[in-house]
């Protein structure tokens, strides 16, 4: 079974662009949380979707976005870029919320 | 979710028994003990989990105290394939969600 797949693998964007990043979850998993790593804060997550809804979210501001489609893969979205944005963002999926998670290798975002 | 404490670094021969403490004292009872590791930039790899029984899979041995307030991740034979961040993480299953608040974690370092 294919694991979690996330694109692109590496970005470099400037400040003040938007940049989208994408999310495949394994085959038959509805959830998928993302998270932002960075070397100051650590792991921190973001938000949380299950069947297309936004189920929970962590203390990010509202430049920070995301959606899930009905075959459950899923998009974050980060307008309006700052310097601080730079970061490995995972993307995880799991069957249930009992179940334990299945991380992706990540997406390393540099903002310039 | 329970805070959990664990310490910042540890070292273990290669071959030996790795033996990972972790604290959480304010476990409430609905409370799951997660252990997660993230070899360098890779995404974490789940590794086993518990309520409190002592659990047992192909990776490892948690063991958990009688009063919960502390457990043990075991990695009974540890390669250099081992050496990794491990994370140990208390989350409510009955919440709903699957977020997952990581700490600091432990860096563990297998020397040959």
Redesign the interface.
């Known amino acids: 079974k294919a694991g979690v797949t996330q694109t692109p693998r590496y970005l470099i964007k400037t400040r003040g662009q938007q940049v989208t990043l994408s999310c495949s979850p394994i085959s038959g998993h509805r959830s998928v949380s993302w998270y932002q790593q960075t070397p100051g804060q650590g792991l921190q997550f973001l938000f949380e979707y299950f069947s297309e809804t936004q189920r929970n979210k962590g203390n990010f501001p509202g430049r920070f976005s995301g959606r899930q489609f009905s075959n459950s893969r899923s998009e974050m979205n980060v307008s309006t870029l700052e310097l601080g944005d730079s970061a490995l963002y995972l993307c995880a999926s799991s069957w249930a919320v009992y179940n334990e998670q299945f991380f992706g290798p990540g997406t390393r975002l540099t903002v310039l | 979710d329970a805070k959990t404490t664990q310490p910042p670094s540890m070292d273990c021969a290669e071959g030996r028994a790795a033996n990972l403490p972790c604290n959480h004292s304010t476990i409430s009872g609905n409370e799951y003990v ?1 252990w997660y590791r993230q070899i360098h ?6 590794i086993i ?1 518990g309520l409190k029984n002592n659990e047992t899979n192909e990776m490892a041995s948690l063991i958990i105290t009688e009063d919960r307030k502390s457990s043990t991740l075991i990695l009974p034979h540890a390669t250099l394939r081992d050496t990794a961040v491990y ?1 140990c993480i208390a989350k409510d ?1 009955n ?10 974690g432990t860096r563990l370092t297998i020397n040959p």
């Open positions: 997660y930039s890779q995404g974490p790899q789940y989990h994370y299953n919440q709903g969600a699957q977020k997952l608040v990581f700490g600091q």
